[in-house]
Nanobody
Framework: QVQLVESGGGSVQAGGSLRLSCAAS????????MGWFRQVPGKERGGVAG???????NYTDSVKGRFTISKDNAKNTLYLEMNSLKVEDTAMYYC???????????????????RGQGTQVTVSS
């Protein structure tokens, strides 16, 4: 099993920044892809960004140029730097991980094998 614990969420005004972190433990050595997805109550989960152990990353179109995903393999920690935040970025953000190297695409992230409990991000106007 792999345990994922997110931190760094909070409330910020539009245009502001937040940095999310996700610490992986357990059988973290088996992880190849990690990513972030978000969900708003009443709506489907949506992939935000994904990254593999080689540093290859991809993003959903709405966050390109504003969000940056990164991974510290030595610390088994995933990050999401979020800049120029918009009200529509408000959601619960979840960290997710998978061992399958073929599932890097951001659309797969909400369906990864492991996920954390989530951290709330609220952006006000």
């Amino acid at each position: 099993q792999v345990q994922l614990v997110e931190s760094g969420g909070g409330s910020v005004q539009a245009g502001g920044s937040l940095r999310l972190s996700c610490a992986a433990s357990g059988y973290a050595y088996s992880i190849y892809c990690m990513g972030w997805f978000r969900q708003v109550p009443g709506k489907e989960r949506g992939g935000v960004a994904g990254i593999d152990n080689d540093g290859n990353a991809n993003y959903t179109d709405s966050v390109k140029g504003r969000f940056t995903i990164s991974k510290d393999n030595a610390k088994n920690t995933l990050y999401l730097e979020m800049n120029s935040l918009k009200v529509e970025d408000t959601a619960m953000y979840y960290c997710a991980a998978d061992w399958d190297r073929l599932r890097l695409w951001v659309g797969y992230v909400p369906f990864y094998n492991y996920r954390g409990q989530g951290t709330q991000v609220t952006v006000s106007s």
